[in-house]
């Protein structure tokens, strides 16, 4: 055996050694970046979603107190409501002529002696329980039976003899979700530390509810009402999205490796031989 074969075995794992540790090191800072690069980004989308979401509550309940103003006028001037020996008929007929283009599920009046009649636009005679905070517009209204949720509107009216109150529901449920949903999120409504609607419909519901049981990782939660401690939540979660695919960063991960690889022996591997016979010829 020639005598400088060992020293070039040495010198020769030496540089595998190195390749080694290098692409140890590039998987690794490669693999880093990868999964902060996701994780930015799904936080920048959050706080998108959550802004989102929060102007969008903002509009809905603006759209809605217009559009309780404007039912509570045609109301007046259709003087239905002036006779209280019809006034229960005169109201289940205007309901049923709007038909499909009802706003608000369920009609409240509320006359000055207290006594309630309630017209739900699919036949059901009762109203849940309403909570206002004083002098509030706006207001909530849970039926526990069917465990569903109404943004409840507060409007003054003429009934003839004094003023009493219209009370109208909009029902908040699965529905209402899907069709408010932003891009690339999920969102849940939280009622009571329950989650009792979702946009992905019922199928939603029990895992938004784990993930919210386990304190809102990788999410955000946004009250309807900043001021009202009754105010519900509302739940969001992000759809999971990478900004490239696994394949987009082994590929030049690999590339990069080789190229060194080649750049190693080419300059430190072809040196090391060379010396090392001109010290051992």
Do not use: C
Not at 4 to 26: N, S
Not at 77 to 90: I, T
Not at 196 to 213: F, T
């Amino acid at each position: 055996m020639r005598p400088y074969k060992p020293l070039l075995g040495q010198v020769g794992r030496r540089l595998v050694g190195a390749l080694l540790l290098a692409t140890l090191f590039a998987g690794l800072a490669g693999t880093g970046f990868y999964l902060e690069a996701g994780s930015r980004s799904d936080r920048d989308r959050l706080l998108r979603a959550k802004q989102h979401y929060t102007d969008a509550v903002a509009i809905l309940d603006r759209n809605w107190g217009r559009m309780a103003y404007q039912y509570k006028a045609r109301l007046e001037y259709s003087r239905l409501l002036l006779n209280p020996a019809h006034r229960k008929r005169s109201l289940q007929s205007y309901v049923a002529v709007q038909g499909s283009s009802q706003e608000f599920s369920l009609i409240e009046i509320r006359d000055r002696q207290g006594d309630s009649l309630a017209v739900n636009v699919h036949g059901t005679e009762r109203a849940p329980e309403s909570r206002f905070a004083e002098g509030a517009a706006f207001g909530w209204g849970w039926d526990a039976d069917r465990k569903l949720l109404y943004r409840v509107f507060r409007q003054p009216i003429w009934l003839g003899e004094s003023n009493g109150e219209l009370l109208l529901y909009l029902p908040l449920d699965h529905a209402f979700l899907s069709q408010t949903v932003y891009p690339d999120t999920r969102i849940g409504l939280v009622w009571d530390d329950q989650v009792i609607a979702h946009s992905l419909g019922g199928d939603g519901v029990s895992p938004a509810q784990s993930a919210w049981s386990r304190g809102h990782a990788d999410s955000a939660t946004l009250r309807w009402e900043t001021a009202s401690p009754e105010s519900p939540w509302l739940f969001i979660e992000v759809e999971e999205r990478h900004l490239f695919a696994v394949w987009e960063l082994v590929l030049p991960l690999a590339t990069g490796t080789l190229i060194f690889a080649l750049a190693a022996w080419i300059v430190l591997g072809r040196w090391s031989v060379g010396l090392l016979t001109r010290l051992l010829a």
